[in-house]
């Protein structure tokens, strides 16, 4: 069942995050941006390390992608929920929390820029050892298939 959760997620995430803006930037998703999804899913009382590395990674992205040139982001967002039993929040929840980054660059330049960069971050050992652990899925280099933009 999780599994079905999972990528009904994934096909949602992204929609909502395209309609949701990035930093400080004004450009909009649209078919020819490249994106980057992934999502965890971790034991609660692992939550909290995936959180800092999240935080890492959003300090180092501050300080490495806010342009002008590549890779300067036009959406960047970590989110994350419990999963719940059953899909039924009123069954309670099942030990595990989804997070799940997002971002979107405004074509694949941005991407592969960002690609580039990533063995700049510190943390990206850690991010490895994370996404073995905990990774549900994830797209790389992703094409836009539909927005609210276009």
Not at 101 to 115: I, L, N, T
Not at 116 to 131: C, G, I, M, R, Y
């Amino acid at each position: 069942m999780y599994k079905l959760i999972t990528f009904v997620l994934f096909l949602l995430f992204p929609i909502s995050l395209a309609l949701g803006g990035g930093h400080a930037s004004k450009a909009e998703v649209t078919k020819d941006s490249s994106t980057f999804m992934m999502m965890m899913r971790v034991p609660d009382n692992k939550v909290g390390e995936v959180e800092e590395l999240f935080q890492s990674h959003e300090k180092w992205m501050r300080a490495t992608h806010q342009g002008p040139k590549e890779p300067n982001p036009i959406v960047y967002v970590v989110t994350k929920a419990p999963e719940f039993k059953n899909n039924d929040p009123s069954q309670g929840t099942t030990g595990f929390t989804y997070l799940g980054v997002f971002e979107a660059y405004r074509d694949a330049s941005g991407f592969q820029a960002h690609m580039a960069s990533a063995q700049t971050w510190d943390d990206f050992p850690k991010l490895n050892e994370f996404v073995g652990a905990y990774a549900v899925g994830g797209i790389l280099a992703g094409s836009v298939i539909g927005t609210m933009a276009d």
